[in-house]
């Protein structure tokens, strides 16, 4: 990259971000933090760790002036560039954020216009707006310009592209200051590498100042200079010792999902990119189903396509023998009740205008699972079954932690009384005790409720021991599948020999 980045602080005993025994309260005067330091000096990296509901992400939107809505500092002061951005009048904290401090959120896709392509997306915040300076945008955050990607829209890209395309927005911008909230979340190993090399390439190379929310402790050791630990208790269940699912399924159990000879492709200035190519998959009742591969893969595009959000090209997709219609509105309101979706971003499902219990209610009166008297006791029944308590049914989705919205959003699809239930990467900005719990929710779930799961993830350590059969994707293409043990004992497919051995996948 040029030197686009303003100038900083030269000398070492300066910060360009300074907090000091920060206290933030919810507007019913819950601390959603408590007495937290966080100093930030150009060139270093310092990486926030800590369980999900400690405070995290509160604290990096505490330094870019952005605290939830009704929240309020009760104690502490921040210091950003010599200014207090919670003080700041409107005018001046939109030129801080425009010119100097840059945040990525932890669901950045929430925050691109799902309207506009790529290309017009960094254009729109970018100080140098030429085609060449695009591409190098582009490039810097390891996206590829063939197939025209920098055309598409947010909705055709994988999340690991999408969260590369908000990393590359903030660059746009030459912060002197730069939050990144688990900047690496859903991306493979080989991504996360890279991602990682580049932060550290414009912390040493241009001085800035990074900040960055993290769980995960190899990229916490190889990454940060300076860490911030911050605890806080954690309102999840302790895991199950026993909560890993079933042997295998014995081979004739009948396949409750089909799928046959899928492809999918996106629309670009009226040609086809092809995404998935003649995908196979049986889904039989009670298993549970893991889809891997590295982002770009063709994952995400597969489970959109298997709900209908997605219209395939070519092939089918079955539900009890039955054919389903390519869209979800070719398809009946008990079709789509039977396939739900949990999606990588909570965000992305959970109305931040509604309460949790709002939310969770519409599903259960438009799918007739509970009557508009039974339905306040069936949302607490479902907050109850994914480890939530009663009292977030009054809460917004803004006002819980990225576990927590995870939950919510489990629950939401839940409440449809699903027979499959897709999740994709839904454990991917959580940290490790948190990722275990929810898949070991998700094993009781199936055990309980006899749900068939269809599991994308990029973290073989979950996947592994959790699925019956498993599907490897590259480049759109289903490269092996069948019983995980078998797979990962003997693959038969580079791809799969790299993740049974741990090698990173390439993009």
Known sequence: MPDWYPEVPDKEDEFAVRVSGLTVAAPDGRHLLDAAGLDIRPGRITAVTGPSGCGKTTLLRAVAGALPPGARRTAGTVTVLGRDPLTLSAPDLRDLRRHRLAYVGQDPASAL????????????????????????????????????????????????????????RALARRPAVLLLDEPTAGLDPALRDEIADLLRHLAESHRLAVALACHDPGLVERLADDVVDLTGARPTKPPRPDAAPRGPVPSDAPAVLTVSGLHAAYAHRGRRTPVLHGIDLAVPAGTSIGVVGASGSGKTTLLRTLVGLHRPTAGSVTLDGIRLGPTARRRSREQRRRLQLVPQDPLGTLNPSRTIGATLRRPLLLHGRADRAGAPDRVLELLDSVGLPAAFADRYPHELSGGQRQRAAIARALAADPDVLMCDEVTSALDGDTAVAVMDLLAELRESRGLSLVLVSHDLRLVADRTDGLVVMSDGHAVESGPTAQLFASPSHPVTAALATGVPLGN
């Open 113 to 168: 216009n799902p309207r506009m392509k790529v290309r017009r997306l960094l254009a729109e915040v970018a100080v140098e707006r030429g085609k060449e300076a695009i591409e190098a945008l582009l490039t810097e955050v390891r996206l590829p310009l063939e197939n025209g990607l920098a055309d598409r829209r947010i909705g055709g890209l994988s999340g690991g592209q999408q969260r590369r395309v908000a990393l590359a």
